[in-house]
């Protein structure tokens, strides 16, 4: 269907742009949501890749990240356009990328052309591309969401001031220096995803492993309930309850053999650990009954993890020592931030032998 979309698009380019429809990120926003609440989910993943490959198209771009370069619109024209002097002309798709972009009207022109004709041609096609009509305001939020990620990336390249570690007097960052904290920026921003998936994985599959179990056993078998309240501490914990990895590879005799160095957890309790064992081992349990392959090995770091804890959780949850310490070095952030609730929860330590599938701790 995006391939077909696309190539329709540019035959809507001499089509009048209109007037620029001028909303705050709140409208917009508000917006989007209530086009989405009215189609099937499917239908809105088809409607930003559409959009997306559009806004590819027009821009000769594969990627957000090649807006670093991007010649934007002088400071000047945004000016003269926010004074009612000028307009963009009915082929010009310049952006301003510089401070201001969100509110100038310059850009509210632009994004309002390409939503106009988005919509005009869509609504033209016999068949509607096979995607439901929405409102130009949807179709203007999801153009929005291109133009902020462009002006991230074009922004970063910017020289930022220095302080000079000699003379104490400010500076510009020299271009090797701009290059060194983007690419460092860009590393932790791809570490991050990274890390965020992997830690959806973990809690994905160790909450399913419970779910699984609490389906499968008796209500009269012993360990029921300890599984029921397992499903109850994911849910608690969520997957920014779970521990960071880090890629790695172990040496052997015959291959170095892919890895995930498991970082320390060091603001959880230890119980909730033994918890995470019972069910990745029921986890492996399972794959291997069904003939799954073996998921990558996890072995232990002493590297702590920097990851910040999940807040709201009941106190039990957190590591008695690493609590008392947070509340004395920075008891703000303790109650700010971290918001630890006073909601009464007992860890389960009791009968925890006698539960079927039992593993080591891991994190």
């Not at 012993?222 to 790695?248: A, C, H, I």
């Not at 040496?251 to 309790?269: E, G, H, I, Q, S």
Request: include cysteine; proline fraction near 4%; hydrophobic fraction near 35%.
């Amino acid at each position: 269907i995006v391939a077909e979309v696309v190539k329709k698009i540019p035959s809507a380019q001499k089509q009048k742009g209109g007037k620029a429809a001028k909303r705050s990120a709140t409208q917009r926003d508000r917006a989007k949501r209530a086009q989405q609440a009215e189609m099937p989910r499917e239908f809105d993943i088809v409607w930003k890749r559409v959009i997306r490959e559009i806004w590819r198209g027009r821009y000769e771009i594969d990627k957000a990240e090649d807006f670093s370069s991007y010649a934007s619109l002088d400071k000047a024209d945004m000016q003269r356009c926010n004074k009612g002097y000028v307009t963009p002309d009915e082929d010009d798709y310049t952006l301003f990328l510089g401070v201001g972009w969100k509110s100038c009207l310059w850009n509210h022109y632009i994004i309002s052309k390409l939503a106009n004709q988005v919509q005009d041609t869509h609504e033209e096609d016999p068949a509607n591309w096979g995607l439901p009509t929405v409102s130009s305001e949807y179709i203007a939020g999801l153009f929005w969401n291109q133009v902020t990620d462009a002006q991230r990336y074009w922004a970063e390249m910017k020289p930022r001031v220095l302080i000079d570690n000699s003379s104490g007097l400010p500076r510009y960052e020299t271009a090797a220096e701009v290059q060194a904290r983007v690419t460092g920026a860009r590393r932790k921003r791809g570490d991050d995803s990274t890390d965020t998936s992997r830690k959806t994985t973990k809690f994905k599959r160790r909450k399913g492993a419970a779910q699984t179990l609490v389906k499968l056993k008796k209500k009269t078998d012993p360990d029921r309930p300890t599984w029921v309240y397992f499903v109850k501490v994911m849910q608690l914990l969520g997957k920014n309850g779970m521990s960071s990895d880090e890629s790695d590879t172990l040496p052997t005799d015959v291959a170095a053999v892919p890895v995930f160095k498991t970082k320390l957890c060091k603001w959880r309790a230890n119980t909730i650990d033994a918890y995470v064992g019972l069910m990745d081992s029921a986890a492996d349990d399972m794959v291997k009954g069904r003939g799954g392959a073996n998921r990558t090995i996890r072995i232990r770091s002493e590297e702590v993890g920097t990851s910040e804890p999940p807040p709201g959780l009941p106190e039990a949850m957190y590591d008695e020592e690493w609590l008392a310490e947070q509340r004395d070095t920075r008891p703000d952030w303790v109650e700010t931030v971290l918001r630890v609730s006073k909601k009464k929860f007992d860890l389960l330590e009791a009968g925890m032998e006698d539960v079927k599938g039992k593993g080591k701790a891991r994190a």
